[in-house]
């Protein structure tokens, strides 16, 4: 799984430590993409995710594995889901991290499970493989 480069690191770094507000241009095209746009610096930069050596990989909303499938109502779990995700995966597009397992969620779940060829299938349930891959 790709790392974010060492530009965006410290990028974000700079930004996060002079505690500045980075405003950035909405187009037309953004404006109707939707949820799931590109990935930028500044997207990259919103939040830190690190390894903890009793949970794995984790974003901090969530330190579980219970399983969660599309309309679940455990929203810390979800934004885990989205923000690892975002983060730690080469997922191509960008979920928004608000804590819904929508459809834009649920297509990055199946593309995970698909493209990294997690146990179980690409059945967008994210169950005990699918938090180990995220985890690890």
Request: glycine share 10%; proline share 4%; net charge neutral.
């Amino acid at each position: 799984m790709p790392m974010p480069s060492t530009r965006i690191r410290v990028v974000g770094a700079l930004a996060l430590t002079a505690g500045l507000l980075v405003a950035v241009p909405v187009t037309a095209a953004h404006a109707t993409a939707g949820p799931r746009t590109t990935r930028t610096a500044v997207q990259a930069a919103v939040h830190s995710c690190t390894y903890r050596s009793t949970v794995g990989y984790t974003c901090d909303y969530y330190y579980g594995t219970a399983t969660i499938s599309e309309g679940s109502s455990n929203a810390d779990a979800v934004r885990e889901i989205q923000d690892i995700i975002n983060q730690h995966t080469d997922y191509p597009g960008w979920l928004s991290v608000d804590g819904r397992f929508g459809p834009d969620t649920l297509a990055a779940v199946k593309w995970l499970q698909s493209h990294h060829h997690i146990t179980g299938g690409a059945d967008g349930i994210v169950g005990s493989h699918t938090w180990d891959y995220l985890r690890r």
